[in-house]
Structures are given as C-alpha cells and as structure tokens.
C-alpha cells in the first residue's frame, strides 16, 4: 500500500567541492560545511545522523510530461524510506510525497495517479543520481526535532536516450542543503534557518528540485511535452487558452480524485463542463464538427462523476439538516440510519468514478482532447478581435437563459417546473462559463456579468439540490418505515426542503431583475 507524506522543505546551493576536495564523500560527512545552525532561535542543538548512500533512478516520458507538470517519479534504494517515490506539488516548497514499496516495476497504485498524463506512452529512465547524504537533526531544549537538514554530495547521469550529443554518458556534480521540516512543524523556522545560511554566504538553489537541476545539466533538454505561454492577441488565442486550462485541470484533477482529495471530484467535473460549454458558446471560433464528438464524451464523462458528486453534495445536505435539529425531533435511529446510507453510496459512486477513470474510452477522450488543441480547428471568427467576437457569443448565451427563466416563471408549482428550472440553472452555468472565458479579454464587464450569473445559478442550484433531496429522504423514510423504525424526522425533513424550495422560486425573480439590470446589458453590449 501506498503512503503520503507532506514534505515541507527548501533547498541551497554549495560548490560542487570543497577547494582542495576529491571524489569521495564530504570530509566529516560534510557538517563542517554547515554554519552553526543553533544560532537559530528554538534550536537548542545540531544532531548528526551520520552519512546515508542514495540510489534513486528517475522515471519519465520521453517528452518529459512529468517533468513539464513538475512531478517526479523515482524508484530510490538506501535509506530509511527506500521505495518508489511520487511527488506532486501543492506549494512553493511544499510537495506530497506519495511512497510505495521497493519493486522492480512500477506499482499499480503509482502507475494509476500518473496514466492521464502518461496514457499510452511509456515510462523510461531518464536520470540516476546518486547521493551522498550526511544528515543532521534540529532539535528544541525538549529533545524535539524541529527539522532535519541534509549536505548532499550528488552525482548525476543522464539515462534518457536521444537527449542529444553524448546522450547517456552526461554527468553532472553538485552539493547542496535540504532543510526539511519536522511533521507539524512551524514553517517559521525554515524562515529563520535560511537566515542563518544566507549570513554564511548559502543561497536558494536555482532549480525547484534535483531532477530538474540534473536535466539542466546533463544534456540539452528534450522538447517539453507543454508549449511555451503564448501571447493572446485574437478571439481564437483567448478561447484556445481557455480551453487548455481546462484540459489541464481534467489531467490535475483526475489524479487528485484517485487520491480521494477533497472537493477533487467537484473540480474534475466543472473543468469538462467549462470545456464542453466552449465547444458550444464560441462555435464560430472552433469548428463544432470537430469539438462536437469530444463535446459529447465529456459530457458522459460529467454524468458519470456526478453519481460521485451528487451523492457528495446530497451526503453534506442532509447531514447538515440532520444536525441542526433537537434530539426531540430525531425519533429513531436517524443517524445510523443516514451513515449507512451515506456509507452505502459514497462507496458505490467511488468505485464507479474509478472505473471510469480507468476505462479506455477516458483514455481515448485525453487523447482527443490533445490532438484538438495540438491542431485546432479554427474557423474565421477566431482572427477576429476578441471585443468584437465573444461578446456576441456571451449575449446568445444569456439570451437563451432569458427564455429558459421567463418560460420556468410562468408555469405553475410542481414538476414540469422543476425540470424548466433545473433547465434554465444549465443555461446559467453556461452563460457564466461563457463571461470566465471571455474574462481575460473584456476585464470587469465580463467578471461583472459572470458574478451575476452565478447569483441566478445559485438560486436555481439550491432548488435542484432541494428537488434532489426529497427524493432521497422520501426513500429514506421508506427504509425506516419497512424495518419498523418511525419515519416521523425524515417526513419532517421532507416538508423543510419543500419549504426550501419555494423560498427559492419567490427569490428568484428578483434576483433574475438584478442579472438583466440594463446598465449590466448595456455594459456587456459595449464590450
């Protein structure tokens, strides 16, 4: 089994040997290279740990996708947590380390959280370093390690073949420190730490990590698998960078959902609904013929993680409305009652969101997804200016949720308008998905227009979100009920979503006045 670690560190640049030095390890392990570091407030003294050898083979595509989204995979021998080693990054200087044991392939789990960016292409070594380690402690008056640091002597050699002239026998040599902090530790010290080094002449390391250093080093880099940022002139240029953005995020997020991170799920689905709605709102941009069939994959691909999500979504409502009540009106064993069923369907919609991330017919949709935007079908509308192209395509938009509105306001309470609702909640999602794409070209009145819609969608989500629940608490008072348990709270349950739900379709209109405020319209026409 897999674990994940946090790791919160920094790195430092040292010569790659002392004046005077030979090939062998630092003499004392490297520690008289160190300043005194308990010139550091809280450290109380500097603990050797003695010197540690490192072998750890570095694993990529060819085209260095991994590297290109700053990942690394590793599979290293020596020390305390030799293994296979998957980092991804969170933060400057913070990345999760996700660990499994030695094999000689790469484990399942491993290969799992890396095949949306990988997919068909196969993993290779590209880089082996090796890795003389002196470590010490920084421990507290208590004896409590605050953080460790590591002199590392490293030797790099470029395994990754076609990298170049001397492709395969290209090395590099360099020293530096890593301060990692201590599991719960204050990110302060590592401030006050790097104090101490820079007085002693030791600077930040140039590269975020050794991999990186050793690519840069070695060989002349291979092509990155991403391309460089391009310069976003025309109507095509901001919509494609749009679209991107979102091919990334479905690529990210896939990952985190297999890690089962919160809210991962919620973010994958948005990213193919945003992308999706693209495809549609500025089809005079990109040729619909050829989104069309990507624009309907990702569209099952939505349906099949809202099981996910809506049982998520769903699973916070009611625990949430379950909790606000007084024991006095929880008759039965409502809890248990709802953690079974919670338990039950998250379950059930976890393996089959996994399933699907791990189908052919996902793989092929990245596939595609790429081949588009490697060479994407434009139409003439893309030379156009974006002042002129989008703002058309956001009006069409929001003139098809006017009618979707308008028609839901004039039928009558009951079903057929909840699903006109529900209806006109899909076009406000796509009327503001239209307003994020256009954000970066046409500023303020495009943000202007995209909060407003999300007031409406709001309003609208709450309600489909009420409609969905008593649906679940109408079957959950049919369970209670057939195991001889009173049905009384979830009745009552019943009755304040119904509640719920007309409060929403009374605040409606005025919050649908406040989105077709003329100054917004006139704003948006002149954009």
């Excluded at 990109?286 to 809202?306: C, F, H, K, V, Y």
């Amino acid at each position: 089994m897999a674990d994940t670690k946090r790791e919160i560190e920094r790195k430092y640049e040292l010569p790659v040997r002392p004046a005077g030095g030979d090939e062998g390890p630092l003499p004392d392990g490297g520690r008289a290279f160190l300043p005194d570091l308990t010139k550091v407030r809280a450290v109380s003294a500097v603990t050797a740990r003695g010197v540690t050898e490192l072998d750890a083979v570095y694993h990529d595509t060819s085209d260095l996708r991994l590297t290109a989204d700053s990942l690394t995979l590793r599979r290293r021998t020596g020390g305390a947590d030799e293994g296979w080693h998957l980092k991804f990054p969170v933060g400057d200087g913070v990345r999760d380390e996700i660990q499994a044991p030695l094999s000689d392939t790469l484990p399942d789990e491993l290969a799992a959280l890396v095949r949306s960016r990988v997919r068909g292409t196969r993993l290779t070594p590209v880089v082996r370093l090796r890795t003389s380690r002196a470590t010490s402690l920084l421990v507290d008056k208590a004896g409590r390690t605050l953080a460790e640091v590591a002199l590392d002597t490293v030797h790099a050699e470029r395994l990754l073949a076609g990298a170049g002239s001397g492709a395969g026998a290209r090395t590099a040599d360099w020293t530096e420190i890593e301060v990692e902090l201590a599991e719960d530790g204050d990110p302060a010290l590592l401030d006050a730490v790097e104090k101490v080094l820079r007085k002693a002449g030791v600077r930040p390391a140039s590269a975020a990590s050794k991999l990186a250093r050793a690519l840069a080093e070695t060989a002349p880099p291979t092509k990155s698998h991403k391309a460089a940022k391009r310069v976003l002139v025309t109507a095509g240029d901001h919509v494609l960078a749009y679209l991107r953005e979102q091919a990334d995020a479905i690529v990210s997020y896939d990952a985190a959902v297999r890690r089962d991170l919160p809210d991962s799920v919620h973010q994958l689905r948005v990213a193919t609904r945003r992308m999706r709605s693209a495809f549609r709102t500025y089809k005079k941009v990109l040729d619909r013929d050829a989104s069309r069939p990507i624009g309907a994959e990702l569209q099952w691909l939505a349906g099949e993680l809202g099981v996910d999500r809506d049982h998520e979504v769903l699973a916070e409502r009611l625990t949430e409305r379950v909790g606000a009540h007084d024991t006095t009106l929880l008759l039965g064993p409502v809890h248990a009652r709802l953690r079974i069923w919670d338990a039950e369907g998250r379950t059930d919609a976890r393996a089959g969101t996994l399933a699907v991330l791990d189908s052919a017919r996902y793989l092929r949709l990245l596939d595609s997804m790429e081949a588009l935007l490697a060479d994407p079908p434009l139409l003439d509308g893309a030379a156009r200016k974006p002042a002129k192209a989008l703002p058309r395509a956001i009006v069409k938009d929001y003139e098809r949720l006017a009618g979707r509105v308008e028609y839901a306001l004039t039928l009558a309470p009951g079903e057929e308008r909840d699903l006109a609702l529900h209806d006109a909640r899909k076009a406000a999602k796509r009327a503001r998905y239209a307003a994020d794409a256009a954000g970066p070209a046409l500023g303020k009145p495009a943000k202007r227009f995209s909060k407003r819609m999300k007031a409406v969608q709001s309003v609208l989500g709450d309600h489909q979100d009420s409609v969905v629940a008593r649906d679940a608490l109408r079957d959950l008072a049919i369970k209670a009920h057939a195991a001889g348990e009173s049905a009384f709270t979830w009745g009552l349950l019943y009755g304040e979503e119904e509640a719920r739900a007309a409060d929403r379709e009374r605040e409606l209109p005025r919050v649908w006045r406040k989105s077709a405020d003329p100054k917004l319209r006139t704003a948006l026409g002149r954009l």
